[in-house]
């Protein structure tokens, strides 16, 4: 797998670098700058782009920019955005365009290195990896807010999950309870958001946005 | 060609209506007297002259602006404030008070006096701006027409010419365009000038006396000193609160990661499995500690706000609520860092409020920059009621902070709802507008 790293820090350039190397991954460029980073991107077009938000040379989101812009360019480049915090608002900004292949995570996931590593190939496939962070906000006032709100808390729960990326076998581990019920729930739910047929992977993108759009 | 433009139309326009205005100052100063002497004669008077009194302010107050906008002449609103207390007492006894206080502000009388004046004085002066650029203008008229205007049997003097059929002169005719001409030159020239000279004679009597500027400055000072000690104090109570914080969370956490490491290392060669675990817990402590300065980074200084600005840190604040919160900005650039802080803050408290007090479900926030103000709107449909001083609120706490800043709120909130919070913060706002795509 292909990766564009980038991060201002050195010593968390480097030690990212070290532990995606370990997992079997090629680093093809790290840059520590904002306009670096997005020509590194559309040049590399890499696997997925592993990106920190606040970078030089305004120390504020240029990581974020930087990947938006990618992706206009490129569209679907995945990127996996890390940052010290994460806001809602950033969240829906990367999913905005449907396209899906977007991971937002906070830096602390990095210290799981195997779960870190998941996330990173999940988004590289085209999936999402929310931080658990972000659902948790919006699980803390549960679907009180349209449309979401027709939603049971399963389903609530269920969406959460498909949120952070797990697959339906995932989700059904998680819950204790059978993948095909949890087939169900989906099924139920992207019905309830008013999700046209498409693949799988589209709706599940698109369900997370309606998610974060409530 | 502008400025022939001011000189020849705009001077002259202004001249007419300042003209109206004067006039109109004839009827207003009747008005009050009418009102005054009703008061002692059958005491309907009290009911009409707060109503002409607060005509005559904001007539006064239109005159200063058309004094800055037109003559350059900045002038004061030199008022004594009335105190909220008073502002906000009800009933007859209120309204008498109220009326009492206005009567009892010498800067009342003056605005009488220039009322009465302004009829005559201004309206002379407006006069030679409005009358002499198209005095000028008949010049060419009579010289053009001449034949046809003597022939209709005019008989008139334009200045020294005799404008009639059996004037001694005839060839005195030529006479009227230099004559007009000179006057077109000449209010062309005067016409700004007295638009100016205007504006002075509105702030001899408008402007603030010597005693009520300096009443006015002891009123500032006065307010400055509180201001600057509510800030002296909330500022010491944050660093406060940030040590704490720092003190039980972060620090004691890295302190136990030490410890912990610690004993990692004396166990790893003969228990490398105590050890695997220590370190596991010593990783567990670490990502508490980056929670809880997380948390702590977002009390002091939200990273969304320095990243984006005043606009979207208000979006990500109204995402994060559990109320369904529309968002409205129109701010050009990024504000001062401090008030963007303080507004955000506020803002923050605010949807608090609606959600814990009002029980509100639905809440909208404007936000927008206007002549070097920054104006924050919050309007809840919750069930009203609140006040200031009530408690647990924070709305005096919000009031406190933004009159640091010289800043201003006004709370509008029947008991039933709904609850409009407007804040007013004076502030300069920065150059270019950063892309928030």
Known sequence: MRVVLGEDLYLLREGLARLLIAHGCEVVAAVGDGPGLLEAMIEHRPDVAVVDVRMPPTFTDEGLRAALAARARVPGLPVLVLSQYVEQLYARELLADGAGGIGYLLKDRVFDAAQFVDAVRRVAAGGTAMDPEVIAKLLAHGGAKEPLGTLTPRELEVLGLMAEGRSNAAIAAKLVVTERAVAKHTSNIFAKLDLPPSDDDNRRVLAVLAYLNR | MGELKERLLLAPLRGWALIGFGMWNAILWSLVVTAGSLVSSMGVGLLLLPATLAMLRSTANTARRLAREWGGVEIEEPYRPIPPELAAEPGLGGMLRRLLARVSDTQTWRDFAWAILDSVVGVTIASFAAGLVLYGVYGFVIGILWPTLTNAGMNDWYTFVHVSKSGALTNLRWAAFPVG????????????????????????????????????????????????????????????????????????????????????????????????????????????ALTELRELVRGIHPPVLSDRGLGDAVRALALDSPLHVDVTADLPGRLEPAVESAAYFAVSELLTNAAKHAHATRVRIDLWHRDGRLRVTCTDDGRGGATVGSTGSGLAGIERRIGTFDGVMAVRSPVGGPTEVTLEIPCASSSAKTSTS
């Open chain 2, 181 to 288: 001409a000179a006057f077109l030159v000449g209010g062309a020239y005067a016409g700004p000038a007295l638009i100016r000279l205007h504006a002075r004679w509105t702030s001899v009597l408008l402007g603030p006396t010597a005693t009520a500027r300096e009443a006015a400055l002891n009123r500032r000072v006065a307010r400055l000193t509180e201001t600057r000690a509510d800030a002296v104090d909330t500022q010491a109570a944050e660093l406060r609160r940030i040590e704490r914080d720092l003190h039980d969370g972060a620090q004691a956490r890295l302190v136990a990661m030490g410890m912990n490491l610690g004993a990692a290392e004396a166990l790893i060669d003969q228990h490398p499995e105590a050890a695997k675990a220590l370190m596991a817990e010593a990783r567990e402590s670490s990502a508490k």
